[in-house]
């Protein structure tokens, strides 16, 4: 499996930016989430998502601020990122292989693509 995240870029605060993840090989019926690692700090969950798309699962500090969602036909899943604040940059990473969105560590989720920075400035 090889997922590939990208979306990331330099905005201010109360912008918006939506990261995509495009997933190919031999993906399963499991969750996908994202999680993002600011420096100095741990890699943290962020959101996760069912294989259908229909069920989504959010840390606290985003919740009302960002939407997961998934396009199945695309093999891509999406994070809508509103109302940005300072604290939410970081580089995000997509995951997928949890075998359910409720679950939100690291350990939890078999593959990872690649990191795309997120900045966002005062």
């Known amino acids: 499996v090889q997922l590939q995240a990208s979306g990331g870029g330099v905005v201010q605060a109360g912008a918006s930016l939506r990261l995509s993840c495009i997933a190919s090989g031999r993906t399963s019926y499991t969750a996908y989430a994202w999680f993002r690692q600011a420096p100095r700090k741990e890699r943290e969950f962020v959101a996760a998502i069912n294989w259908t798309g229909a069920r989504g699962n959010y840390a606290d500090p985003v919740k009302g601020r960002f939407t997961i969602s998934r396009d199945n036909a695309k093999n891509t899943m999406y994070l809508q990122m509103d109302n940005l604040k300072p604290e939410d940059t970081a580089v995000y990473y997509c995951?997928?292989?949890?075998?359910?969105?409720?679950?939100?560590?690291?350990?939890?989720?078999?593959?990872w693509g690649t990191g795309t920075l997120v900045t966002v400035s005062s």
């Open positions: 995951a997928h292989g949890a075998a359910s969105f409720y679950y939100i560590k690291v350990q939890d989720y078999d593959y």
